[in-house]
């Protein structure tokens, strides 16, 4: 996130969502575009990345919106595109991964990361290095390596410190990016905001307005994009006024049940 898209200190907490500022999407479909990260947003936080629950309903209320939209929703997320699509089986949805370093849009088109032979020795060396860290758990996401503390919190400074140290090594192509009890390096060329705009420079997104809904650091680019772009930002949870996002929703399982009023 550059310095001029950062909240200020002290900015205005999000206004609580007034909820019908969402039934656009249901009023007038055709004017609307809706981007959704997927973990702390769609989904409830588990204690570890494949722990994660998946409402049965829910792949369906995303695809009868999706129809709704005329094709104009879209994920992004942080993590890899092929752990998404099992995710909402039988549905595959655009979808933009690894915080926007890859990317399939609405015509099924894949735009994958390089993963560099370096890149994958980093990631060798960042597995045998956390066996140090007892508890710490290490996301191979191809493109991108996540080290989480969620379950290893005294390592949380160490293994930032090797992963600073990673990423140095490693150069001006990637990036450090902190999340929820997780710190991982992934390509810096991409961020969420990017992604949105290249949907929105596509069918069937194109000439729509974005509403973008997400819960954490990485989401931040992309509630920017909407904002500039004439949309609705909504951050899941309590960001303690730290965020862009013009609006807020209490939890996932609140914004599950918003979208299942918004299907008609
Ligand atoms: O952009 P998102 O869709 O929100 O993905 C962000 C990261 O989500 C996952 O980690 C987070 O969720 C885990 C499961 O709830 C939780 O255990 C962890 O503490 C969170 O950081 C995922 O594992 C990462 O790869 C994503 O980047
Ligand atoms: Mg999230």
Not at 110 to 135: C, N, V
Request: hydrophobic content about 45%; charged content about 25%; aromatic content about 6%.
């Amino acid at each position: 996130m550059s310095s001029q898209e950062q909240p200020e200190q002290g900015e205005a907490k999000p206004r609580p969502l007034n909820e019908p500022a969402l039934t656009a999407l249901s009023l007038y479909p055709q004017d609307w575009a809706l981007f959704l990260d997927i973990d702390g947003t769609l989904l409830d936080l588990a204690e570890r990345p494949e722990a994660i629950v998946v409402p049965d309903y829910l792949p369906g209320t995303l695809h009868a919106l999706s129809r709704q939209l005329g094709g104009a929703l879209a994920l992004v997320t942080g993590r890899a595109i092929e752990f998404v699509d099992p995710l909402f089986a039988p549905f595959r949805f655009p979808v933009a991964g690894l915080h926007g370093a890859e990317r399939r849009d609405a015509a099924g088109r894949l735009r994958r990361a390089h993963i560099p032979p370096a890149f994958q020795a980093m990631k060798q060396t960042i597995a045998y290095e956390a066996q140090a860290w007892p508890g710490a758990i290490v996301e191979d996401k191809g493109a991108a390596v996540a080290v989480h503390f969620r379950h290893a919190p005294a390592y949380e400074s160490e293994i930032g410190e090797a992963m600073q140290r990673h990423l140095e090594e490693a150069g001006p192509d990637w990036n450090l990016q902190r999340g929820k009890m997780v710190l991982e390096i992934c390509p810096a060329h991409a961020s969420k905001g990017h992604a949105v705009e290249a949907f929105l420079s596509e069918a069937p997104f194109e000439g729509r307005r974005p509403v973008a809904i997400g819960d954490d650091v990485t989401d931040e680019t992309m509630f920017a994009a909407a904002n500039r772009l004439g949309g609705q930002s909504v951050r899941i949870g309590d960001a303690n006024g730290k965020t862009l996002a013009r609006a807020s929703i209490g939890s996932p399982a609140r914004l599950r049940d918003v979208l299942g009023t918004l299907v008609k």
